[in-house]
């Protein structure tokens, strides 16, 4: 199952970006949440499906609830409604922007480089990104790299970042419910989600927030060096 191309992101106007959004002089990014996107969880119950039992909504609504078969995070699509959550990620935004390898800042197309590839920046990494490493963070291009560097204080105290040329589906990250008790089962990751494959069985006791890629095809690149070519582009 590979990452789908896309020209341009979905909702995008014509011949242009997605609407950019700015708090407190900050650049909002395109996979933030905002505050008036929340959502009530809504029920979760078990039901028998194609591969076996798992868990749904009692008002499950087709694949506006669910993608690949997996049960999915309901989230809010008013974008820019209320105050943004610059820790946080929106379920829907994400899954968007790896599906069609939109950058994660701006939400404009990551396509359009000579080499066809796609820079990844990865935070608090130590050493270069390992072949075929798992992430939940989207592409992103190289002038909303060089203005993260700049603004993000969790990326300035580290970062690595690596040219990618394949990027297929894993499967997701997300909460796992118990399946005899339908509780969720805490996970120890900082976010609180669990990493899950597709060929896990565990995958149908998922409600999944994130989709989760391998980085397949990586050079690693010096990101003041890559940074500085883009400068001299823009200037």
């Not at 505050?35 to 039901?47: D, K, N, Q, Y």
């Not at 798992?54 to 997996?70: F, L, S």
């Not at 049960?71 to 974008?79: E, H, N, P, Y």
Request: charged letters at 25%; a neutral charge.
């Amino acid at each position: 199952m590979s990452v789908a191309a896309a020209s341009k992101a979905p909702g995008a106007k014509e011949g242009g970006a997605p609407r950019q959004h700015y708090w407190r002089g900050l650049h909002v990014p395109f996979i933030a949440p905002w505050s008036g996107e929340s959502m009530p969880l809504g029920t979760i119950v078990r039901r028998p499906g194609p591969e076996g039992d798992g868990i749904a909504y009692a008002d499950e609504y087709g694949r506006a609830d669910r993608r690949h078969g997996v049960l999915w995070l309901r989230a809010g699509v008013t974008r820019g409604r209320g105050k943004p959550f610059f820790a946080e990620v929106h379920a829907l935004r994400q899954r968007q922007a790896m599906a069609h390898l939109l950058c994660q800042v701006c939400g404009t197309s990551t396509f359009g480089r000579d080499d066809e590839r796609h820079l990844f920046l990865v935070q608090g990494e130590e050493g270069p990104i390992a072949e075929g490493e798992k992430t939940t963070s989207p592409p992103i291009c190289e002038p909303c790299a060089h203005e993260s560097l700049r603004s993000c204080p969790h990326l300035r105290k580290g970062a690595t970042a690596a040219l990618v040329g394949y990027t297929p589906y894993w499967g997701v990250a997300g909460i796992v419910y118990d399946p005899i008790t339908l509780t969720p089962i805490l996970s120890d990751e900082r976010d609180g989600l669990t990493l899950v494959g597709f060929d896990d069985p565990l995958i149908r006791w998922t409600l999944a927030a994130r989709s989760v890629i391998t980085l397949n095809e990586c050079t690693t690149v010096d990101l003041e060096l890559e940074l500085t070519t883009v400068q001299r582009k823009l200037s």
